[in-house]
């Protein structure tokens, strides 16, 4: 069964400074990747998906890598902003799964004014 | 976009009583609808894939008894928590993915259950 692991568990860091959260899964046979982000008490919005194909993908301020074969990607955030702080998620889609993602642990971030 | 709703966004019951928890595609039909459990400060994990017109898939671990999940049209699938007890409060969210395309799937806002 995938098991998607992601570290930090939490982060804190002063507004304007980049910062870079990780998710690492164990079966690379993954369909896609999605990044997410979860505000408190709130459901998740999509920020980023890679399909397996792909290497990265790119919005505004994020940046968002996979390596299938090490099990790993990366979302990287540039200039961090107070409104960044939130639970970030990433989950990964297998081919034999339908349509059923594997969640991680998440990386609560909390940028500091 | 696509929209996902659930309704309601909060309750609070209490311990043996049944509720029922809606999860709508506002603006597409969804064959596909899955059914997520959230404990506090932890992850999303998956209880059920509610497919329309057909019985839910339930994960491992998870109660069909308790868990009643219906997906009766391609806009609509309930969630009802039956015989509720203190340790099912939880925040419960769904999802459902486009008809056809299945690369995406869009997640409602979530329902914080609290069970007295």
């Known amino acids: 069964k995938q098991e998607v692991t992601q570290i930090p568990a939490a982060l804190s860091v002063p507004e304007g400074e980049n910062l870079v959260l990780n998710c690492s899964f164990t079966d690379s046979a993954i369909y896609n990747l999605q990044w997410f982000r979860q505000d408190p008490g709130k459901g998740l919005t999509s920020l980023l998906l890679?399909?397996?194909?792909?290497r990265e993908q790119t919005s505004g301020r994020l940046n968002a890598s996979l390596d299938k074969s090490s099990g790993r990607s990366t979302l990287y955030i540039a200039a961090s902003q107070p409104g960044d702080s939130a639970t970030y998620l990433c989950a990964v889609r297998g081919w034999d799964t339908g349509n059923q993602f594997y969640f991680g642990t998440g990386t609560s971030l909390t940028v500091i004014p | 976009g696509a929209v996902v709703s659930q309704h309601p966004s909060r309750v609070i019951c209490k311990s043996g009583t049944s509720v029922k928890i809606e999860c709508r595609s506002l603006?597409?039909?969804?064959?596909?609808m899955f059914w997520y459990r959230q404990f506090p400060k932890k992850s999303l994990m998956l209880m059920a894939t509610s497919n329309e017109g057909s019985k839910a898939t339930y994960e491992q671990g998870v109660e069909k008894d308790k868990f009643l999940i219906n997906h009766a049209s391609l806009t609509l699938s309930t969630l009802t928590v039956t015989s509720a007890h203190p340790e099912d409060s939880s925040f419960y969210i769904c999802?459902?993915?486009?008809?056809?395309?299945?690369?995406?799937?869009?997640f409602g806002p979530g329902t914080r259950l609290t069970v007295l």
């Open positions: 999802s459902a993915s486009l008809a056809g395309v299945t690369d995406t799937q869009y």
């Open positions: 603006d597409f039909q969804a064959t596909t």
């Open positions: 890679i399909q397996s194909s792909q």
